[in-house]
């Protein structure tokens, strides 16, 4: 927590091979490097239990005042932190973006239709693995293979009251997520509230 930003060390890859000349310059590669930084951002939350409050509380059973607080100021920074985690935190110089506004990401695509909906509550297993394995091509094909889902392991986040539809099953019986863990064992699924 004490330090002040967060750096990633990106680097490029330059030159590119030209026809063989007996005579001729040769095309030197190379690399650039640049670092992305992002601040990081504290916040606070404090707890106060009085002699008072606490006598009063220990009657009754099971209730400890101070364990409750801290377990409710816990909570308070958590939710802030994915807060932060998916939108990022607009204050002052500081460049601190989230997963779903970082300038680097790529656009958000919507899902194919199948004819009346994109959502996955409307959709057969076929459709929704269908959705998955686009998704996932498409970040190797961006990527320029460097995210390849058979060899790097990938968080798929799916919204929490998303995440049932994974239990869709095929004619055979078999569920999204089977397929899933058959076909892309090295992704793995996390539900996320937002």
Not at 34 to 51: A, D, K
Not at 139 to 148: A, E, I, T, V
Not at 177 to 183: A, F, L
Request: without cysteine.
């Amino acid at each position: 927590w004490s330090d002040e930003e967060v750096v990633q060390q990106v680097i490029e890859p330059t030159g590119s091979a030209v026809p063989y000349t007996d005579l001729g310059n040769i095309p030197l590669a190379s690399w650039n490097p640049s670092f992305e930084r992002r601040t990081v951002v504290r916040f606070e939350q404090g707890l106060m239990v009085g002699r008072l409050e606490e006598d009063r509380t220990s009657r009754i059973p099971n209730i400890n005042t101070a364990a409750e607080k801290r377990v409710s100021a816990a909570l308070a920074l958590e939710i802030l932190r994915n807060r932060i985690g998916f939108f990022g935190y607009i204050g002052g110089d500081g460049r601190t973006f989230g997963l779903l506004n970082d300038p680097n990401r790529p656009a958000y695509a919507n899902v194919a239709s199948n004819g009346t909906t994109t959502q996955w509550s409307g959709k057969t297993f076929l459709q929704i693995t269908a959705d998955i394995r686009e998704a996932l091509n498409t970040l190797q094909s961006q990527s320029g293979d460097n995210l390849d889902p058979m060899r790097t392991n990938i968080v798929l986040a799916i919204a929490a009251n998303r995440a049932q539809y994974l239990t869709v099953t095929s004619d055979f019986g078999n569920s999204v997520r089977q397929w899933m863990s058959e076909t892309y064992p090295n992704v793995r699924v996390v539900t996320v509230p937002e």
